[in-house]
Nanobody
Framework: QVQLVESGGGVAQAGGSLRLSCAASERTFNTYRVGWFRQGPGKEREFVAQISRSGPNTYYGDSMRGRCSISRDNAKNTVYLQMNSLKPEDTAVYYC????????????WGQGTQVTVSS
């Protein structure tokens, strides 16, 4: 079992950038498929981005496609979400999650980090 801790959230102005980090508790984090999700006030949780265990394969949800980039540094047991051209509607709690295989459900979740984007 892996424990995940998100960081890097905060307040940004529209058009600004933030980089979120998801740090894992174990060195085998490189074997997990990792995703980023978000949940805004009064909204359901939605998919943002995903990176494969091998690293090169990435997928993005519609809401932030073209405005974010997911990457991983296995030496640091960390996955990043670089967010650019932020919009007020990006305001949400952002969560990272990990899955054991390419198609397994996301079994492990962090506690989330708050992102607030002002106009």
């Amino acid at each position: 079992q892996v424990q995940l801790v998100e960081s890097g959230g905060g307040v940004a102005q529209a058009g600004g950038s933030l980089r979120l980090s998801c740090a894992a508790s174990e060195r085998t984090f490189n074997t997990y498929r990792v995703g980023w999700f978000r949940q805004g006030p009064g909204k359901e949780r939605e998919f943002v981005a995903q990176i494969s265990r091998s690293g090169p394969n990435t997928y993005y949800g519609d809401s932030m496609r073209g405005r974010c980039s997911i990457s991983r540094d296995n030496a640091k047991n960390t996955v990043y979400l670089q967010m650019n051209s932020l919009k007020p509607e990006d305001t949400a709690v952002y969560y990272c999650a990990a899955a054991l295989t390419d198609y397994a459900a996301y079994d492990y979740w962090g506690q989330g980090t708050q992102v607030t984007v002002s106009s």
